[in-house]
């Protein structure tokens, strides 16, 4: 790859995905898109640049973003997102909700639907206080190709053993073949669509609590900035985003501000919420 | 010192399952059946056991169920490992008192989440 070519796909990746790559990741790029070459019939990767200048929208423009894009989940990845879910995230929501009933959550970055399951999971083991409640889960990824999969709900047998006790396995899932495949009870929960974050998403309406983790790490801070200030206004006033561990907000945006108690999570900023029309006495 | 021990009559098994543990900072001995394997709990209970199912003379079950009738036989956390992958097998399996399950093949990535999960420190860092 030539480093025209490499500046290219740098600047044709920045534009489709918002991924901001370094020049140190042009290993990264050769071996993300090797696999796209060999997909699409040609021989090298100056070929791949040659065939993304000439053409507009497709299959292979699609193919490239999401090769570069698609990273590897497993179900309660970093187990603390799912813990604080479970122990503190939930009950409040629970208690915050309590005349409404109704409670959404996003999980911005879904990818093949290991995060949105997990809450799903959660959210099942409290089934007893939720009795009547209309439960949301959305799940939005930039790939149609790892949704489809989200949506089939079928995992193979390496992929259910990083991260998920072997209980909710067995609670969970039935064998099908060599795979697994997780039950309807658990996928009729959540929803999925196709999100480019870098896109308005203002029609996905307001959440309660929303799940952005490792996804903002890829953009340059502009970018970040942006859609942080958007996430906000998708919170409800006393809504809560989590973020991934290497992530924050700081230095980037006062939409949204540290919980303080908890690390990794963030609410609405005070000019934010001041902004808001209505608030809600009981935050969570 | 946390310790490990591995239980399997596949010394290829055996092996890989060994030198995961010791990278993750387990001194780990092995036995290739039950009774070995029950004879070296009695000397000293391991912090974690990694327990294969289709054994000779005496199978998983058997020695989990020896292991947890005897003296301190409560303490290690037993991870059995085998490649019956059935819902049926894996139920039997807790109710005999396992506390994990790993479906063989299994990688590096799989025991340290396995171990992670009955507990123990794991150092994601860390690569073979």
Redesign the interface.
């Known amino acids: 790859m030539t480093e025209a070519d490499f500046t290219f796909l740098r600047e044709y990746l920045k534009k489709r995905s918002g991924l901001a790559l370094g020049p140190e990741k042009r290993y990264l790029v050769e071996s993300r898109l090797s696999p796209v070459c060999r997909r699409f019939n040609l021989a090298t990767l100056s070929d791949l640049v040659g065939a993304l200048r000439l053409s507009r929208e497709g299959p292979m423009e699609q193919a490239v973003v999401e090769a570069m894009t698609t990273n590897e989940t497993?179900f309660f990845r970093d187990?603390a997102p799912f813990d604080l879910f479970r122990d503190v995230l939930l009950p409040r929501a629970i208690a915050a909700r309590a005349s409404t009933r109704r409670l959404r959550i996003w999980s911005a970055a879904a990818s093949t639907g290991q995060e949105p399951y997990s809450l799903a999971m959660l959210i099942h083991e409290a089934a007893a206080q939720l009795v009547g409640w209309q439960v949301e889960i959305v799940g939005t990824d930039l790939s149609t190709e790892v949704l489809e999969k989200a949506r089939l709900g079928l995992y193979s047998?390496?992929e259910v053993?990083?991260?998920l006790?072997?209980?909710l396995?067995?609670k969970h899932?039935?064998?099908v073949g060599e795979q697994w495949r997780i039950s309807p009870q658990l996928t009729n929960m959540v929803s999925y669509r196709p999100l480019n974050l870098l896109h308005p998403f203002d029609h996905l309406g307001q959440f309660d609590i929303v799940y952005c983790r490792n996804v903002l790490i890829y953009f340059d801070a502009p970018t970040k900035a942006d859609v942080l200030e958007r996430i906000a206004k998708a919170l409800t006033p006393d809504g809560a985003v989590l973020l991934g561990a290497a992530e924050t907000v700081i230095g980037l945006t006062e939409a949204l501000v540290p919980d303080g108690q908890h690390r990794g999570l963030y609410r609405q900023g005070a000019t934010h919420r001041a902004a808001a029309p209505q608030r809600l006495a009981a935050g969570f | 010192m946390r310790t490990g021990l591995v239980v399997d009559d596949s010394a290829v098994i055996r092996k890989v399952a060994r030198r995961i543990l010791e990278t993750l900072d387990f001194s780990v001995r092995d036995a290739e059946d039950g009774e070995k394997a029950l004879a070296m709990c009695a000397e000293a209970m391991p912090s974690v056991i990694v327990l294969d199912w289709n054994m000779p003379n005496m199978d998983g079950y058997e020695v989990l169920r020896n292991l947890r009738q005897s003296p301190g036989g409560d303490r290690p956390k037993v991870l059995f490992c085998t490649t019956e992958n059935d819902v049926g097998a894996i139920a039997r399996a807790l109710r005999a008192g396992a506390d994990e399950y790993i479906m063989k093949p299994f990688d590096r990535e799989i025991m340290m989440a396995k171990l992670d999960q009955v507990g123990f420190a794991v150092h994601r860092s860390a690569h073979a």
């Open positions: 497993f187990r047998h390496f053993q990083r991260g006790p072997v209980q396995l067995v899932f039935t064998q």
